[in-house]
């Protein structure tokens, strides 16, 4: 437990008490708030360092505009917790990220005060713009706000909301929060942009304040506003990019001086008439030594001492899926100097960092922009090269036009690497990587695989380097692998060809991919009920092995297949095939067992699959289920 004093925030029920509160009260406030998101993390573990970031800058949101009348949009929601801890849910934090517990994000079943979900980044300004449109529709909807990151704000959506607000002109606030961080140190145009803005503008002098503002900020301020318009713009009408799009702009404002972010806020609170954008310099990690100074700013950390910064970290009984990809991709591209790898802002959560230390002119790292990835990565392989597109399953989502436009439909051969596939753990249902296996099976041309283990990944690697005729995607899971012994180089696979990884004579269990560990350990159950099962890894969604369904549909007396993935994936094509090559008309159960027709809320992974009905008792009780159907003598659940 916390126990520091916090007088102020044990005064706050809600945010209601903090209009009460003298500039230097809550300035205090957002120590005692700080040290409580501190205390909270390094028991439950989370995204320390954003939160830490915008401490005072939430404070100060709150005590000038009245949520949950007035609609505030955290962008990603990573850095709510100090949001959360104001807006009634401080006694529950322990909770945070676990089953039944506090959400990490944003989530509007949670609270009044979460006007709107996230997970995903770049979505709160067209939100914000919707909330806004509402309100001067006539719905009983205050003044929105969105707070967006200097990493998010790189992504195309941010651009088309700005676009979009700046023409329709309507009252809208977006707090810009550079702290000039993404995960990893953020790439790009923009973000080189924002930091002229920043660097070359003293903090605490307002640079380009509309008319409408000057009249209510102190002169000094003003003053700044004139050269800084001239040293930072570039644009014919000399005003930021900002200003382009059609935004009053303000700022650089110090994020973490109170009384300059209340000064602010007030002002445009009290004379904005159409969108503004405050642009807030803060430091990510900021008031924690050991966040302040790590190099990730302690983006997302486990358990940690208070006092030393240390972090907790369980005892690795294998290499993640992760890090087999990055040695594999490594030695690939060592072998191939054709091999590029994308990164969508992930660098090391993909594993592509080792690849980017030993080749870096061949490592791109687009910042948040999954729609420029793929179809950059399409234009990579139109061009010669062999790119793999390493993109987490749940953010690739972001780019399916893309995969199907640009990739699929011209078969260009861009490699796919889909790190945290199926259930995450404590990011929850945002981040689940489910739907990847629906939404590629189904098209034409592409190859999709899924390693049963971590050997299997780096044979898979080894496979989408040797494959130039079209599109190939891998999807793996987060975290350790089986801890099988790796190949020392990977083996190029026959497309489409499934293998028998024990033989039985009775049940068929089909795996695809990690789901192979369960269908092993529920297959020595059925087998200590004397049923003999076979386990066959599919390896390929698609094209799948449709030989080795066959032998194993005329061999066993029932068909079980299992993913970690939704309806409409590999089950289902496999369904489709045995129905139309009448397979099915012959009477031997089929049971297809996929993720539920339900989002998986935050628990760790195993919960999560038990949740689902996917571990390995619910795959045996299946299996049981189909074969009392087919010989009416196991009366099993299922
Ligand atoms: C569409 C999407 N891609 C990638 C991510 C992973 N991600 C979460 S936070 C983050 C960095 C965001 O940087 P910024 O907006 O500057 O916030 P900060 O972490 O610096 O507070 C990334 C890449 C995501 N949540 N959503
Ligand atoms: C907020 C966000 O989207 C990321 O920080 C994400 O939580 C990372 O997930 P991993 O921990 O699986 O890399
Ligand atoms: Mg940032």
Same mark, same amino acid.
């Given at each position: 437990?916390?126990?520091?004093?916090?007088?102020?925030?044990?005064?706050?029920?809600?945010?209601?008490?903090?209009?009460?509160?003298?500039?230097?009260?809550?300035?205090?406030?957002?120590?005692?708030?700080?040290?409580?998101?501190?205390?909270?993390?390094?028991?439950?573990?989370?995204?320390?360092?954003?939160?830490?970031?915008?401490?005072?800058?939430?404070?100060?949101?709150?005590?000038?505009?009245?949520?949950?009348?007035?609609?505030?949009?955290?962008?990603?929601?990573?850095?709510?917790?100090?949001?959360?801890?104001?807006?009634?849910?401080?006694?529950?934090?322990?909770?945070?990220?676990?089953?039944?517990?506090?959400?990490? /994000?944003?989530?509007?079943?949670?609270?009044?005060?979460?006007?709107?979900?996230?997970?995903?980044?770049?979505?709160?300004?067209?939100?914000?713009?919707?909330?806004?449109?509402?309100?001067?529709?006539?719905?009983?909807?205050?003044?929105?706000?969105?707070?967006?990151?200097?990493?998010?704000?790189?992504?195309?959506?941010?651009?088309?909301?700005?676009?979009?607000?700046?023409?329709?002109?309507?009252?809208? /606030?977006?707090?810009?929060?550079?702290?000039?961080?993404?995960?990893?140190?953020?790439?790009?145009?923009?973000?080189?942009?924002?930091?002229?803005?920043?660097?070359?503008?003293?903090?605490?002098?307002?640079?380009?304040?509309?008319?409408?503002?000057?009249?209510?900020?102190?002169?000094?301020?003003?003053?700044?506003?004139?050269?800084?318009?001239?040293?930072?713009?570039?644009?014919?009408?000399?005003?930021?990019?900002?200003?382009?799009?059609?935004?009053?702009?303000?700022?650089?404002?110090?994020?973490?001086?109170?009384?300059?972010?209340?000064?602010?806020?007030?002002?445009?609170?009290?004379?904005?008439?159409?969108?503004?954008?405050?642009?807030?310099?803060?430091?990510?990690?900021?008031?924690?030594?050991?966040?302040?100074?790590?190099?990730?700013?302690?983006?997302?950390?486990?358990?940690?001492?208070?006092?030393?910064?240390?972090?907790?970290?369980?005892?690795?009984?294998?290499?993640?899926?992760?890090?087999?990809?990055?040695?594999?991709?490594?030695?690939?591209?060592?072998?191939?100097?054709?091999?590029?790898?994308?990164?969508?802002?992930?660098?090391?959560?993909?594993?592509?960092?080792?690849?980017?230390?030993?080749?870096?002119?061949?490592?791109?790292?687009?910042?948040?922009?999954?729609?420029?990835?793929?179809?950059?990565?399409?234009?990579?392989?139109?061009?010669?090269?062999?790119?793999?597109?390493?993109?987490?399953?749940?953010?690739?989502?972001?780019?399916?036009?893309?995969?199907?436009?640009?990739?699929?439909?011209?078969?260009?051969?861009?490699? /796919?690497?889909?790190?945290?596939?199926?259930?995450?753990?404590?990011?929850?249902?945002?981040?689940?990587?489910?739907?990847?296996?629906?939404?590629?099976?189904?098209?034409?041309?592409?190859?999709?695989?899924?390693?049963?283990?971590?050997?299997?990944?780096?044979?898979?690697?080894?496979?989408?380097?040797?494959?130039?005729?079209?599109?190939?995607? /891998?999807?793996?899971?987060?975290?350790?692998?089986?801890?099988?012994?790796?190949?020392?180089?990977?083996?190029?696979?026959?497309?489409?060809?499934?293998?028998?990884?024990?033989?039985?004579?009775?049940?068929?269990?089909?795996?695809?991919?990690?789901?192979?560990?369960?269908?092993?350990?529920?297959?020595?159950?059925?087998?200590?009920?004397?049923?003999?099962?076979?386990?066959?890894?599919?390896?390929?969604?698609?094209?799948?092995?449709?030989?080795?369904?066959?032998?194993?549909?005329?061999?066993?007396?029932?068909?079980?297949?299992?993913?970690?993935?939704?309806?409409?994936?590999?089950?289902?094509?496999?369904?489709?095939?045995?129905?139309?090559?009448?397979?099915?008309?012959?009477?031997?159960?089929?049971?297809?067992?996929?993720?539920?027709?339900?989002?998986?809320?935050?628990?760790?992974?195993?919960?999560?699959?038990?949740?689902?009905?996917?571990?390995?008792?619910?795959?045996?009780?299946?299996?049981?289920?189909?074969?009392?159907?087919?010989?009416?003598?196991?009366?099993?659940?299922?």
């Amino acid at each position: 437990m916390n126990t520091a004093a916090t007088p102020l925030l044990d005064r706050v029920a809600g945010p209601a008490d903090l209009k009460a509160m003298s500039n230097s009260e809550l300035a205090a406030l957002a120590q005692e708030l700080r040290q409580e998101v501190v205390s909270i993390v390094s028991q439950t573990g989370g995204h320390l360092g954003s939160s830490l970031g915008v401490i005072e800058l939430t404070v100060a949101l709150h005590a000038v505009f009245t949520a949950p009348f007035d609609k505030l949009i955290w962008d990603v929601g990573h850095q709510c917790y100090p949001h959360k801890v104001l807006t009634g849910r401080r006694a529950r934090m322990h909770t945070l990220r676990q089953e039944g517990g506090v959400s990490g /994000f944003c989530k509007r079943a949670e609270s009044d005060y979460d006007p709107f979900g996230a997970g995903h980044s770049s979505t709160s300004i067209s939100a914000a713009l919707g909330f806004a449109t509402a309100r001067d529709l006539g719905q009983p909807t205050g003044d929105a706000i969105a707070v967006i990151g200097d990493g998010s704000i790189s992504a195309g959506m941010a651009y088309e909301a700005m676009n979009n607000a700046g023409h329709a002109g309507r009252r809208l /606030f977006v707090i810009l929060n550079d702290n000039e961080m993404s995960i990893a140190p953020p790439v790009g145009a923009m973000s080189r942009y924002l930091s002229r803005l920043y660097s070359e503008t003293p903090l605490g002098r307002l640079k380009d304040i509309a008319e409408d503002f000057e009249s209510v900020l102190p002169g000094p301020i003003r003053e700044g506003a004139r050269r800084a318009r001239q040293l930072v713009t570039g644009f014919p009408g000399g005003g930021t990019l900002f200003e382009e799009l059609g935004f009053d702009y303000i700022g650089p404002v110090n994020g973490h001086d109170m009384n300059q972010l209340l000064q602010v806020l007030r002002a445009a609170r009290a004379r904005a008439s159409g969108p503004v954008l405050i642009h807030c310099c803060t430091v990510k990690g900021k008031g924690y030594r050991p966040a302040e100074t790590a190099a990730d700013k302690y983006h997302g950390v486990g358990k940690f001492d208070v006092v030393s910064g240390t972090q907790q970290k369980a005892k690795a009984n294998a290499p993640s899926y992760t890090s087999v990809f990055g040695a594999a991709l490594c030695e690939e591209a060592a072998r191939d100097p054709r091999v590029v790898a994308i990164t969508a802002a992930m660098p090391a959560g993909t594993g592509v960092d080792l690849m980017q230390k030993r080749f870096p002119a061949r490592v791109f790292d687009v910042g948040i922009a999954e729609q420029h990835a793929v179809t950059f990565a399409a234009g990579l392989a139109a061009g010669g090269t062999k790119p793999f597109c390493a993109i987490y399953s749940t953010f690739l989502q972001r780019g399916y036009d893309q995969i199907v436009h640009d990739v699929a439909l011209q078969k260009l051969p861009v490699r /796919f690497a889909i790190d945290r596939a199926g259930l995450v753990g404590a990011d929850g249902a945002t981040h689940a990587g489910t739907f990847d296996l629906s939404y590629l099976c189904n098209l034409p041309d592409f190859v999709v695989m899924a390693p049963g283990d971590e050997a299997e990944l780096k044979h898979m690697v080894a496979t989408a380097a040797g494959y130039d005729e079209g599109p190939i995607a /891998f999807r793996y899971p987060r975290g350790e692998g089986m801890g099988v012994d790796l190949p020392e180089r990977g083996q190029v696979l026959e497309i489409g060809k499934g293998r028998v990884v024990r033989e039985g004579s009775t049940l068929a269990l089909l795996s695809l991919g990690d789901a192979l560990a369960s269908s092993l350990v529920a297959a020595e159950a059925l087998e200590a009920r004397g049923i003999s099962v076979t386990v066959a890894d599919a390896r390929f969604a698609r094209p799948f092995d449709t030989n080795l369904v066959a032998r194993l549909m005329s061999n066993h007396a029932a068909l079980v297949t299992v993913e970690h993935g939704s309806e409409g994936g590999f089950g289902a094509k496999v369904l489709h095939w045995l129905a139309r090559s009448g397979w099915l008309d012959r009477g031997i159960p089929v049971r297809t067992m996929t993720l539920p027709d339900r989002f998986i809320h935050q628990a760790s992974p195993a919960r999560m699959y038990v949740d689902a009905g996917m571990s390995a008792d619910d795959i045996a009780a299946t299996a049981l289920n189909a074969l009392g159907v087919a010989s009416g003598k196991f009366g099993a659940r299922g």
